[in-house]
């Protein structure tokens, strides 16, 4: 019994073995020879991905590609970042420009499917919302009949907007603008009564943009859900899986009490799980097909899911976002980290 229990161990090891060079797909062979991941981001979303005053990338979504970065390459600096508008983003991920896309883009079945793209893990759960002027004295989204709203074309945004209004009996005007300046321009100078978008969208904008923004509200709202993910192209299995554990790797470090802080303390832990995600012991790597200390290198070079969030959008930003969905599932959450074993 223990003996053949141990033959299909040592069978199963070699399957995974031989599948592990066989599925070494395009995409991730062309990153590792080019020595930098290229990832697609927005053009200046404060708390996802904006460039700072010495022009270096930082925020949420930016963190999942330094991670990325830092499984791969040992190095979080290894990534050219690719500002896309929404309408371009797709276009751009299908035809290679970039390899993954990590600009709060929502997890839909068409994305999913016809575009020929694979979601790896929710890296924030959001949902669409609405954002007045204070002057107008709207408490409601159902007290909008009639007005006229700012939205960015090639989003989830514009067709959640005619969905709402329709099922609400009101009308609208929808005033449709590519670019993300010019929108929230359009917006500030009045030209609009409202301004749509991810809730968290709303809360950068308003924080980060707007002349003052204790002149600004969001309505209660939330009229969608938008699960925010980090997309690769369909072609290349093991690629999509970096990135995926990538997350994972990110949330079980929180859950388990990993820090970018105690992460060299951790790797005297003898609890098992927390060896095997630092690679102490070895085969989560292997089996990845990056180094064993991937996951060692995405905490202690860009932090746990929890720090990442609360120094991009939470109380450690000027957002200051609630955790709320995007609280780990042991705390009643709905962020849950894949076992890595
Ligand atoms: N999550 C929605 C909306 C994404 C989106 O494009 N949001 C806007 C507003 S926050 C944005 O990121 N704009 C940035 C840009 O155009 O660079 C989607 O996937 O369609």
Same mark, same amino acid.
């Given at each position: 019994m223990f003996k053949s229990y141990i033959a299909a161990g040592v069978a199963a090891a070699a399957v995974l073995g031989a599948a592990g060079s066989a599925l070494a797909g395009r995409d991730l062979d062309?990153? +590792? /020879?080019? %020595?930098q991941l290229i990832c697609g981001t927005n053009t200046g979303v404060a708390g996802f991905a904006l460039q700072d005053s010495q022009g270096k990338w930082v925020g949420l979504d930016v963190d999942v590609c330094r991670a990325v970065a830092a499984a791969l390459f040992g190095d979080p600096e290894k990534v050219k970042y690719v500002p896309l508008t929404a309408q371009q983003r797709f276009t751009a991920l299908q035809s290679g420009e970039v390899d993954v896309l990590a600009r709060v883009t929502t997890y839909t079945l068409t994305r999913d499917t016809a575009l020929g793209l694979d979601f790896t893990a929710v890296n924030y759960y959001d949902g669409q919302g609405f954002m007045v002027s204070k002057k107008l004295g709207v408490k409601s989204a159902k007290e909008l009949n009639g007005a006229t709203v700012c939205v960015q074309p090639g989003t989830t945004t514009e067709l959640n907007l005619a969905?709402?209004?329709?099922?609400?009996?009101? /009308?609208? +005007?929808p005033v449709?603008?590519? +670019? =993300?300046?010019e929108v929230r321009a359009a917006f500030f100078a009045g030209r609009c009564d409202v301004y749509t978008t991810d809730a968290s969208g709303l809360y950068s904008t308003r924080a980060a943009n707007a002349p003052n923004p204790d002149d600004y509200v969001v309505l209660p709202e939330i009229i969608s859900k938008e699960p925010l993910a980090p997309a690769v192209r369909h072609g290349d299995n093991q690629f999509a899986d970096v990135v995926r554990w990538t997350q994972y790797a990110m949330l079980e470090a929180e859950e388990y009490g990993i820090t970018s802080k105690n992460v060299d303390e951790m790797l005297k832990s003898e609890n098992p799980t927390i060896k095997r995600i =630092? %690679?102490?012991t070895p085969g989560m790597g292997k089996a990845l097909g990056v180094d064993e200390k991937w996951a060692y290198n995405i905490v202690k070079q860009v932090g746990n899911y929890g720090e990442s969030f609360e120094r991009n959008v939470g109380m450690g930003s000027p957002l200051k976002i609630d955790r709320g969905l995007n609280k780990l599932w042991t705390q009643g959450g709905l962020q849950y980290g894949m076992p890595i074993r």
């Open positions: 062309a990153v +590792k /020879s080019r %020595g969905d709402y209004f329709r099922a609400n009996k009101m /009308s609208f +005007k449709v603008i590519e +670019k =993300l300046e =630092l %690679g102490v």
